[in-house]
Structure formats: structure tokens, C-alpha cells
């Protein structure tokens, strides 16, 4: 059988591969996270086996930005892959995103301004904080790239009521 999730890390751009094996990431990498995922299940979250498999490859590691400068905001902190952190304490916002945008969200990470990383079932990845909803990638590889590369604009998805979207288009 096929490893699709080696695949998929060795069509990222080269900038972003070496972002990952600097934090210990390499082909084949494969962790253990049984124990984590029944954790987030107890939660009331559902893993699918694209968020298994991105959590397999990825489990606790540090990627640090290739690119700072992004388009229309600072890409200046790193990814961490840590569904417990955020899965405990930010259920609400699960089931929030799920209500803006619809589908199913299970906790990856934090991200810029440790905004908090999500990814659907079928492997579309958002961050959020504060309410406000940011599009990272309609894929794991294309999300994980963004965070790393910060190569096209930051886009606010959800904005709730009363609250200004950030960036702000000019």
C-alpha cells in the first residue's frame, strides 16, 4: 500500500520541506498517536484518516517560518502540532467554525498570535482566534505550506458580528 502522506510532503516546495526536517520532520515519519486521538474523540471531536495522517507525520514539532514577510501580515511564528493544547480548551470554537463554515473540526496546532489550527475531514485547514476565522488551504499540504512560506495573502472567512476582519484588504 501506498504512503499518501509522504506523497503529499514531497510535493511541497523545497522551502517548506526544509522547514520541516529543521523541526525533525523526515520521510516515513510515523508516531503513535492512539492514545490522542481516543483523547480528542472523548472530546466530542472526529478524526479522519487525513487528520490521522497529518498528525502521524507531524506529532509535536516546532516548523519554523521560511518567510516572515507575508503579503498583507508578519509570518512570524512558528506552527506547533499540538491537538491535546488546543483540543481541550477550545471545543467551543470547533463547533463555532462548524457553524460558520459547516463540516467537522478536529485541532492540529497553534499558529500566528497562537491562533488556534483546525482541519475538516477532508483535510481543508483554518486558523482562529478571537472569533475571526482565517483560510490556511483547501488541503493539509497547501495549509502547512502557507503557514511555512506565508506566500499569498492571510483571507478572514468568518468575521462575527460586530468585530472588524483582520488583515484588512487595502
Known amino acids: 500500500m501506498r504512503d499518501e502522506s509522504v506523497d503529499v510532503f514531497s510535493r511541497l516546495p ?16 510515523r508516531v ?9 474523540e472523548s472530546y466530542g471531536y472526529v478524526t479522519s484518516p487525513v487528520v490521522l495522517g497529518f498528525l502521524e507525520s507531524l506529532w509535536a514539532l516546532k516548523v519554523q517560518p521560511a518567510n516572515e514577510d507575508g503579503p498583507n501580515f508578519i509570518n512570524g511564528e512558528a506552527f506547533i502540532v499540538d491537538p491535546l493544547g488546543v483540543g481541550k480548551r477550545h471545543r467551543d470554537e470547533a463547533v463555532a467554525i462548524s457553524a460558520a463554515l459547516g463540516g467537522s473540526w478536529c485541532p492540529i496546532g497553534w499558529w500566528l498570535s497562537y491562533s488556534h489550527v483546525f482541519m475538516e475531514e477532508s483535510g481543508a485547514m483554518v486558523a ?29 472567512l468568518h468575521v462575527p458580528e460586530g468585530m472588524k476582519a483582520w488583515p484588512v484588504d487595502v
Request: aromatic content about 6%.
Open 14 to 29: 523545497v522551502a517548506t520541506v526544509a522547514s520541516l526536517e529543521a523541526a525533525g520532520w523526515h520521510a516515513g515519519r
Open 32 to 40: 503513535d498517536v492512539s492514545d490522542a486521538t481516543r483523547t480528542l
Open 128 to 156: 482562529c482566534a478571537n472569533g475571526l476565522i482565517w483560510g490556511l488551504g483547501d488541503a493539509p499540504e497547501s495549509g502547512l505550506d502557507f503557514m511555512v512560506r506565508a506566500h499569498r495573502p492571510l483571507a478572514c
